[in-house]
């Protein structure tokens, strides 16, 4: 079976694979994120994801490889991660009652060839009270995340509802990426499933 390198640390993504049972290995990749022109959110995240996976790729020769990069953008501004905890407040702040997008850029790459897309979902915010905001950031959850906070985590309590992808919040769009991995001939869906003894 082709090997699956997972060009990323974040243990969420690894999670999400783990989940559908899609088998890989990670190969961080050494890349700078910093991007100078200015890019429409969407092609931000794909330029990103892109240039993970090509960094990984490079030395992995016959293996595909799955890059991945998530953004929070609200008024058209993207949130990265906060910088201290008087950040996650003000970025908390700033979402609370109101709705921002999701947007998580997904590349797949192998020996040259190149494929990526990006997923989008809105999250929609509770009107938060200032003790809801202290009280989320004093559990430390929002400090390496983007926009201060992980749905899959404690931060559900404050979500009141979201249009589209959830895993695209948690960090990899699954239905996506496996489309996509099945483009470079990964059989995903073999194997089957054992069946129960009753």
Request: proline share 6%; glycine share 10%; aromatic share 6%.
């Amino acid at each position: 079976m082709m090997q699956i390198v997972l060009a990323s640390t974040s243990p969420r993504r690894q999670e999400l694979l783990r989940q559908v049972g899609i088998p890989f290995v990670i190969d961080a990749p050494d890349v700078d994120e910093h991007v100078l022109e200015p890019l429409p959110p969407g092609r931000l995240v794909e330029q990103l994801a892109l240039r993970k996976a090509r960094a990984v790729a490079r030395r992995r020769p016959g293996s595909i490889v799955l890059g991945a990069d998530t953004i929070v953008v609200v008024d058209g501004e993207v949130l990265g991660k906060p910088a201290d905890r008087a950040d996650a407040v003000a970025m908390l702040e700033r979402l609370s009652g109101r709705s921002h997008q999701v947007l998580t850029g997904v590349a797949v790459v192998r020996d040259g060839r190149e494929l990526v897309a990006h997923e989008e979902t809105v999250v929609r915010f509770a009107s938060l009270t200032r003790e809801q905001v202290e009280w989320y950031v004093a559990t430390g959850e929002p400090m390496d995340k983007a926009g201060a906070y992980g749905i899959q985590g404690r931060a559900a309590a404050l979500i009141s509802g979201i249009s589209g992808d959830y895993y695209n919040v948690v960090g990899l769009p699954l239905y996506r990426t496996v489309q996509m991995l099945s483009q470079f001939g990964h059989p995903i869906f073999t194997g089957g499933a054992r069946r129960r003894e009753t």
